[in-house]
């Protein structure tokens, strides 16, 4: 039985009405990306880099960096695997880069607006991201993108820098949904992303202006708010035909979002590894169609609550 149930997570995950999901791990280290890829990860679909630079006294140099994304890729043996550049910001301090504190972190210089100020801290990352191998499994993600330019300007340092190392193949290079005006724009930054992943984590604190860290709002910066659904459909419309979309945040690793997800046409859902047998499990089980026919009137209700009610209301009158 336990060599059936490995068996059914290492298979890919394909709906009822034949759609095929992939299903990827959140990781923030090598050694956690050997132990997706035993939980049956289809992939990496967001590794942190963060830990990386966190809680030491200077930047680590180029070639420690490259090894921990070789390994990375290596623990993968040829299935995608998505790194995030540094995501640092006012809230999350370097002891060797001193950041002015902010009176709203989260608002203020972060992600790619960090590295526009430092571009010497980008260049070094992508540098020893450069250097993995084999490059066609490798995909490059940046995060708080608010729109296409951000990206294209990344793409510019990537290109130089692949120039100087004399490179021909690229990886694919993508951006994290996370600012609303990027899921609302996603029709012009698909146009430059090789592909998007939506981190609903951010997304959810910035469309419903809910602090992701504020206990006493948890309960209530939920995924399922109607508002933060038509975000996501916005995102999944906007890049139809473009490039594929994920979704990196924690609600791809809620058996209920996820579903929710997988109807508005997400290609990608990356959880916690060992998540992964149960959402495969899950999406085995769904018809994304006909959850696909409740949409409209999933979005017109009135809050996070009853979208719940009314899933758990149609699960089990489908089941
Ligand atoms: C997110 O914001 O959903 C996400 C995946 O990134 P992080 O949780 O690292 O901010
Ligand atoms: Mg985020």
């Known amino acids: 039985r336990a060599a059936e149930e490995r068996e059914a997570a290492q298979a890919p995950a394909t709906t009822v009405d034949g ?3 992939e299903v990827g791990a959140n990781v923030g280290s090598a050694a956690e990306a050997r132990l997706a ?4 990860a289809d992939g990496i679909g967001l590794m942190r880099s963060e830990f990386l630079f966190l809680e030491r006294r200077s930047a680590p140099d180029e070639e420690d960096q490259r090894c ?8 993968l043996g040829g299935k995608p695997v998505i790194i995030r550049t540094l995501d ?11 950041l002015p504190q902010v009176p709203n972190p989260a608002l203020g210089v972060r992600g790619v607006r960090l590295w526009q100020r430092h571009p010497d801290l980008l260049d070094s990352q992508l540098r020893a991201l450069l250097r993995v191998e084999p490059l066609e499994t490798l995909r490059i993600m940046v995060p708080m993108v608010s729109d296409a330019s951000e990206l294209h300007w990344v793409r510019g340092r990537m290109q130089s820098l692949a120039k100087e190392q004399g490179l021909t193949i690229l990886p694919r290079l993508g951006a ?7 899921a609302l724009c996603a029709a012009s930054l698909a146009e430059e992303a090789d592909f998007l992943s939506i981190g609903t984590n951010d997304l959810t604190q910035y469309v419903l202006a809910m602090d992701r860290e504020d206990p006493h709002l948890a309960a209530r910066a939920d995924v399922l708010h109607p508002g ?3 975000l996501i459909q916005a995102t999944v419309t906007g890049a139809a035909g473009k490039c594929p979309v994920g979704v990196c945040g924690a609600a791809a690793g809620d058996p209920l979002a996820a579903l929710v997800l997988v109807a508005l046409g997400v290609d990608e859902l990356s959880v916690e590894p060992a998540r992964i047998p149960a959402i495969k ?3 085995r089980r769904l018809d994304a169609r006909t959850l696909a026919d409740e949409l409209p009137a999933l979005l017109r209700l009135a809050d996070a609550m009853a979208v719940r009610e009314h899933l758990a209301a ?4 489908s089941q």
């Open 281 to 283: 499990a899950a999406i």
């Open 37 to 40: 890829a035993e939980q049956g």
């Open 19 to 21: 759609r095929d999901v």
């Open 176 to 182: 994290m949904i996370e600012v609303p005006s990027a």
């Open 228 to 230: 933060v659904l038509h």
């Open 68 to 75: 921990e994304y070789q390994a990375a890729v290596e623990a």
């Open 88 to 98: 640092i910001g006012a809230d999350k301090q370097l002891p060797y880069l001193m």
């Open 314 to 317: 149609w699960q089990q009158a």
